[in-house]
């Protein structure tokens, strides 16, 4: 099922991605997110005021996403988000399917909790390798945190997530909203987990909350806790840590998933890029 048939976006109004990036920044912003079923996303969405605008790129109101994250063999970076630390990083490629390009994601938390996130473009045939000017880049992040730029040599890829994500903007522009369907999280060692009744939900705005959120609570959906990464890994290992996730895991995850057994890394995502 596409997302265009599953979700009500025809009825918003377009934006571009340059009047998205020109109005709505958001540099500075407070980001919540939901977990929901597919149906209760829909019926959110249809609640939404007309004023609402949805990215609209060529044609297209949701676009396809994959995400391939970095870890060291022992999990420094899933360990360091499930136990939490102060201390923390993710690595990662993100690529935009629909229009071939890719980048490098890094985020990284320090001694004194300032959240660090830096991006350089990406060749979209390297997404599932770091190069050595990658390495480089890490090293010098991880060294900058206290973790020590050789566990950099040690990164490899881990997991790769894909999805279907259609972006709302408010009418003043003062909050940004992702709707993500079609999740589907798979293992380096083979395991896949594939979740076609869940939607995650994510909101981004200033102090007050938005025009996206107070429909989200008007329907009874509060925030969780959730990273595509840390959530996904524990539910694909169940031995990982997993008491930051553990409600989430026992419900959402359990009630709306299919597992597959070493599910081939070919797709439709990989022939698209």
């Keep these: 099922m596409s997302v265009a048939t599953s979700l009500p976006l025809e009825r918003f109004a377009p934006i571009d ?22 149906e209760a996303a829909a019926r959110v969405i249809e609640s ?6 949805i990215l609209e790129i060529d044609g297209l109101r949701a676009f396809r996403y994959e995400s391939v994250y970095f870890d060291t063999p022992d999990l420094l970076s899933f360990r360091m988000a ?6 923390r990083f993710k690595l990662r490629t993100r690529t935009y399917v629909d229009s071939r390009t890719a980048f490098l994601e890094l985020k990284t938390r320090g001694a004194r909790s300032a959240t660090v996130k830096d991006r350089i473009e990406y060749e979209p045939s390297d997404r599932h390798l770091l190069t050595e000017e990658a390495r480089g880049y890490a090293a010098d992040a991880l060294d900058a945190i206290g973790v020590g730029a050789p566990r950099a040599e040690a990164l490899d890829v881990r997991l790769t997530t894909l999805y279907q994500r259609a972006t709302f903007v408010a009418p003043d522009a003062s909050a940004r909203s992702t709707v993500d369907v079609d999740l589907e999280w798979r293992d380096a060692a083979g395991p896949a987990l594939v979740t ?23 329907a009874g959906h509060r925030p969780v806790s959730i990273s595509k990464y840390g959530t996904g890994l524990a539910a694909l290992h169940p031995e990982l840590p997993r008491n930051k996730w553990a409600r989430l895991l026992r419900t ?3 009630d709306r998933n299919r597992t597959h057994q070493n599910r081939s890394e070919e797709s439709s995502c990989e022939t698209a890029v």
């Design 17 to 38: 991605l340059q009047g998205l990036v020109g109005e709505a920044a958001l540099m500075t912003r407070v980001d919540r997110k939901y977990v929901l079923s597919r």
């Design 48 to 53: 939404l005021a007309v004023g609402i605008r």
């Design 82 to 87: 499930a136990q939490p630390r102060r201390r």
């Design 196 to 218: 076609p009744g869940m939607a995650i939900i994510e909101t981004k705005s200033g102090a007050r909350a938005s025009d996206f959120d107070r429909a989200l609570w008007r």
């Design 252 to 254: 959402d995850f359990t």
